[in-house]
């Protein structure tokens, strides 16, 4: 084999750089095109989310402070208004009690869908007959359409024909037909006990999984010291699934804090306003009223009550977040 000669070996290096370095590595050229290539795929997740999520909510933020009506909304302009959508909007008194309700319905539904989901997951971990049947038709609640469940509930606690009422009066648990859909406390209950009926199945999956990976010999361990099933499940279980646990806390406050389809297929947020959360107040300023500035600026109120889940997250997770291991 012929020995290069020292003016070619000199060379080397310059055309090496020349076509972009040692062989097998791509040049400045070709980095520049995998770069592009993945700006490029990334472009229609970024169109859908501007699309999607980015203008509807600066446009909701820009409409909250116009003076707004249908001929305004038409031409995508209105009259300056300043604060005086979110002064009228928050000194209204169902706007008031939509909010109040609204904080009051998110935490008995985290408070009850926590408790029942966390104890079918506790079940779910005990070997028994037709187990996985059960884990199978504990999701039905999740899988079905909000607004079709709230339209089942509705004729389940009909005033004379519901099955509810039904059950109540074969037992002789009540003696006339109870207004689940007409009086405003027992309309409120519904509402609730239909949401964490939903909400029961997030719960039960996610802390079921968190309990699946709780190793068997640290619970085989605490049994051999004489630990009982309680001291078990307080002093292993559960601080072991706890940062699980604040994760689905902190997503179920997001998704129970925007409830709609539920209400307005319940009870459309009657009667006399009793069952009304922001949501569905804000929905009907909108497109009921067709005050879109109120609607607008309710529904920035609502925005900004559930990114109050994102700092919230963070100081929950601080000392993951810091790498803090003990």
């Known amino acids: 084999m012929s020995q290069l000669s020292t003016a070619d070996a000199g060379r080397l290096p310059r055309q090496a750089r020349r076509h972009g370095g040692p062989p097998g590595l791509p040049g400045r050229r070709q980095v520049r095109l995998l770069r592009l290539a993945r700006w490029l795929f990334l472009l229609?997740?970024?169109?859908?989310?501007?699309?999607?999520?980015?203008?509807?909510?600066?446009?909701?933020v820009v409409l909250?402070?116009?003076?707004?009506?249908?001929?305004?909304?038409?031409?995508?302009?209105?009259?300056?208004?300043?604060?005086?959508?979110?002064?009228?909007?928050?000194?209204?008194?169902?706007?008031?009690?939509?909010?109040?309700?609204?904080f009051s319905f998110t935490v008995l539904s985290l408070l009850f869908q926590f408790v029942i989901g966390?104890?079918?997951?506790?079940?779910?971990?005990?070997?028994f007959p037709l187990r996985v049947l059960a884990r199978s038709l504990v999701l039905v609640p999740w899988l079905l359409p909000l607004l079709v469940t709230g339209v089942i509930f509705r004729f389940l606690f009909q005033l004379q024909a519901g099955a509810v009422n039904q059950v109540l009066l074969g037992l002789h648990l009540v003696h006339r037909p109870v207004g689940f859909e007409v009086d405003p406390g027992w309309a409120y209950l519904t509402v609730l006990v239909t949401n964490i009926w939903i909400g029961v199945p997030f719960f039960t999956v996610l802390l079921y999984s968190?309990?699946?990976?709780?190793?068997?010999?640290?619970?085989?361990?605490?049994?051999?010291?004489?630990?009982?099933?309680?001291q078990r499940l307080v002093r292993v279980r559960l601080p072991l699934i706890?940062?699980?646990?604040?994760?689905?806390?902190?997503?179920?406050?997001?998704?129970?804090?925007?409830?709609?389809?539920?209400?307005?297929?319940?009870?459309?947020?009657?009667?006399?306003?009793?069952?009304?959360l922001i949501a569905t107040w804000a929905y009907n300023l909108s497109f009921q009223e067709f005050d879109y500035g109120a609607g607008a600026a309710l529904n920035t109120v609502l925005l900004l009550i559930a990114l109050a889940a994102a700092p919230l997250y963070i100081w929950l997770n601080r000392a993951s977040l810091r790498g803090d291991t003990r």
């Open 242 to 276: 706890r940062p699980v646990a604040e994760v689905v806390l902190v997503l179920g406050f997001v998704f129970t804090v925007k409830v709609f389809d539920v209400v307005i297929g319940l009870t459309g947020g009657g009667p006399a306003n009793s069952t009304q």
């Open 64 to 102: 909250s402070f116009e003076r707004t009506s249908p001929a305004t909304v038409a031409h995508l302009a209105a009259p300056f208004a300043g604060l005086s959508n979110y002064w009228v909007t928050l000194r209204d008194p169902v706007a008031d009690s939509a909010i109040v309700r609204t």
């Open 118 to 127: 966390f104890g079918l997951a506790l079940l779910f971990c005990v070997r």
């Open 210 to 230: 968190a309990l699946q990976d709780v190793p068997a010999e640290l619970l085989e361990a605490a049994r051999i010291d004489g630990a009982g099933p309680w």
């Open 44 to 60: 229609p997740a970024v169109g859908f989310v501007v699309f999607a999520f980015v203008v509807p909510v600066v446009y909701n």
